[in-house]
């Protein structure tokens, strides 16, 4: 099982995206939705993250820029990225932990041009 990304692109600073992330109808028990970044040669970082009762929390890089919301009855999470920056380039990956482990999406690159 794994997850469909999709959203990312070129952008120039101060620029908006809209990452989307759909689980396959496979998928059951979600208890919580994180997206993770991956920039070229550094370790995969957690970005924002949303339990399953809406509990949410960004990493302090994105906090005020970037926003984590999802769409219950199509399964798909969203991430919201405005103002962006140069720093905020990477590969950018959905996981959706569930009761039975994590899935997650084959990833989406972001690059953001100064």
């Known amino acids: 099982v794994q997850l469909q990304a999709s959203g990312g692109g070129l952008v120039q600073a101060g620029g908006s995206l809209r990452l989307s992330c759909a689980a396959p109808g496979s998928v059951i028990g979600i208890k919580a939705l994180r997206w993770y970044r991956q920039a070229p040669g550094k370790e995969r970082e957690w970005v924002a993250a949303?339990?399953?009762?809406?509990?949410?929390n960004y990493a302090d890089s994105v906090k005020g820029r970037f926003a984590i919301s999802r769409n219950r009855a199509k399964k798909t999470l969203y991430l919201q990225m405005d103002s962006l920056e140069p720093e905020d380039t990477a590969v950018y990956y959905c996981n959706i932990e569930t009761p039975y482990g994590g899935v997650w999406g084959q990833g989406t690159q972001v690059t953001v041009s100064s």
């Open positions: 949303m339990t399953a009762c809406g509990i949410i």
